[in-house]
């Protein structure tokens, strides 16, 4: 067996007794490699370390957080091509979205750069005449970074970025899937000016080791992105140390689709939102609200959109869906479409396990019709290459139908009609608003996060990241002080 790939610990790469195998989801022939994985005193280690590095960083000031944030970033932008094989080798997404993710990654660092040294802060007059106040953001401390599989390169940044530039000291906790992208990551990390301990990598089960960060009292401040179950427990284990925590989880994104939609352009909108990265994102379009007028004729070219799309593995040139992540993924995606037809939902397409020349999770993209608000399909986050219609009579059902589950991450309307879109904008009960654009889809520098189970605490990246990654502070100084 290959020696395994380390974690980063205190400033240098460690070894550990356990380790697990990494293979492609497209081809499980294909070894990725072997990981080790962090023992609770590679992570005590890497909290000591991280506590010390993180005074030295705050202390450095500005200009080598913007210059290190600015070469991380370069450093992801000009290898894109090579992590982003990586990244779709180990993840499944198709070629082009890895590397599409790895260079957006990269983007994320050079916007921190610059916030960076934007140092925001305040003088106030005093109420109190010669009393001079400033209100200023100092680092939090130590940051950990809880990560999912699904972005294994650009959600990690988008937290790490604002952390370094802010001041802050990082344990990450990458998902156990996909340890490649996060080794490629840090090795870019883990090359630059940092005091040592700064940046720590600890890989490993999330009910072990990250279980036991997140309960760590040494640690400032959580940011997670996962499942609602998952984060409901980060939360708890956060609130017990009076911890600062930002959780991003679960889903379950309307598209609506009016009457006066441009069809065909609702069509690629929805095929898009529903199936890109296989339906594996936070921001896919589980839901198809549509309205009555227009539904069959949508409908039926959505079939055959969806039929029409190239299910194989990530790195082939052609393929527009990849595999599902995991075995595990793939029954749980299998269990929906069985629940979806116990429930009554009409499966027009897809929805089955399909062979290619390499053995792979591979699924056909699905399109349930019929449902109901009702049904399971429509009230989880299945995290799955399906997406289901629920025909509405008008807009107020629409909204209500939208509004309708705990979940409020993003949502959509596809309309000719500026005052409806005006109104959807208002009364949509989520975080981000797409009209006539895909629910899935996000820029890098305004804010980025949902309402309800979707999202707890501050919201992520764009200049809003500030408030999670800093504490404020208000001094006073009495007039004539020496
Ligand atoms: P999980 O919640 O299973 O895992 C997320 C991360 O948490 C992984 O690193 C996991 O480790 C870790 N983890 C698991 N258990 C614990 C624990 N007890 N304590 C601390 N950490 C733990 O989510 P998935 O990785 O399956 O990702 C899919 C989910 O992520 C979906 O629900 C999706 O909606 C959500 N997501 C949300 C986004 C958003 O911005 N709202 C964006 C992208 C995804 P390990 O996997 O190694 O066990």
Redesign the pocket.
């Known amino acids: 067996m290959a020696e395994a790939v380390g974690n980063f610990v205190a400033g240098a790469w460690r070894r550990s007794a356990k380790v697990i195998e990494n293979r492609n989801p497209s081809d499980t022939a294909d070894l990725i490699g072997h990981y080790a994985q962090a023992e609770p005193g590679d992570l005590d280690d890497a909290l000591a370390a991280a506590e010390a590095a993180q005074r030295v960083w705050a202390e450095r000031g500005p200009q080598p957080r913007h210059d290190v944030l600015m070469a991380i970033g370069q450093a992801l932008m000009d290898r894109s091509a090579e992590i982003g094989r990586l990244l779709s080798r180990e993840e499944g997404k198709p070629l082009a979205e890895g590397v599409g993710e790895v260079y957006r990654a990269g983007q994320f660092f050079t916007w921190f750069a610059a916030e960076a040294l934007r140092q925001p802060g305040d003088w106030v007059e005093s109420v109190r005449p010669g009393v001079e106040i400033d209100v200023r953001r100092e680092p939090v401390g130590t940051v950990a970074i809880?990560?999912?599989?699904?972005?294994p390169v650009a959600?990690p940044a988008w937290k790490i970025a604002p952390a370094l530039a802010f001041g802050n000291a990082v344990i990450w906790?990458?998902?156990?899937?996909t340890p490649a992208s996060a080794v490629a990551l840090t090795e870019i990390i883990a090359a630059q000016d940092l005091p040592k301990g700064l940046f720590n990598l600890v890989m490993?089960?999330?009910?072990s080791i990250?279980?036991r960060?997140?309960e760590s009292p040494m640690v400032d401040a959580i940011s997670?992105?996962?499942?609602?179950?998952?984060?409901r427990?980060?939360a708890a284990?956060a609130v017990a140390n009076m911890t600062k925590v930002q959780l991003?989880?679960?889903?379950k994104n309307p598209l609506v689709v009016m009457d006066d939609a441009d069809l065909d352009l609702a069509v690629s909108v929805a095929v898009n939102a529903a199936f890109g990265g296989t339906g594996?994102?936070?921001?896919a379009a589980s839901r198809l609200i549509v309205h009555a007028a227009v539904h069959d004729a949508f409908v039926e070219k959505l079939v055959a959109a969806t039929k029409a799309l190239v299910v194989g593995h990530a790195l082939d040139e052609g393929t527009q869906i990849g595999p599902v992540v995991s075995e595990a993924q793939l029954k749980a995606d299998l269990d929906y479409i069985a629940a979806g037809l116990a429930e009554g939902a009409e499966l027009l397409c897809g929805g089955e396990r399909l062979e290619r020349a390499t053995q792979g999770y591979f699924m056909a993209p699905a399109v349930f019709a019929g449902t109901t608000a009702a049904m399971r399909v429509n009230r989880e986050?299945m995290?799955a290459p399906v997406t289901c219609v629920q025909k509405v009579a008008s807009y107020d059902e629409a909204l209500g139908v939208a509004n309708g589950t705990p979940f409020g991450?993003t949502a959509g309307i596809m309309t000719r009609s500026l005052a409806r879109a005006a109104h959807f904008k208002r009364h949509s009960k989520s975080g981000c608003v797409m009209v006539n654009l895909p629910t899935a889809g996000t820029d890098y520098h305004v804010p980025?996060?949902?309402r309800g189970a979707?999202?707890f605490g501050p919201r992520?990246q764009g200049r809003y990241a500030v408030e999670f990654y800093t504490a404020v502070k208000t001094s006073y100084v009495a007039p004539g002080s020496p």
């Open positions: 809880v990560s999912p599989w699904n972005f959600t906790k990458p998902a156990n899937l490993g089960a999330g009910s990250g279980q960060l997140v997670f992105t996962g499942s609602v179950d998952v984060g427990g980060v284990a991003e989880m679960g889903s594996q994102k936070c921001t986050e995290f991450l980025f996060g949902g979707s999202s992520e």
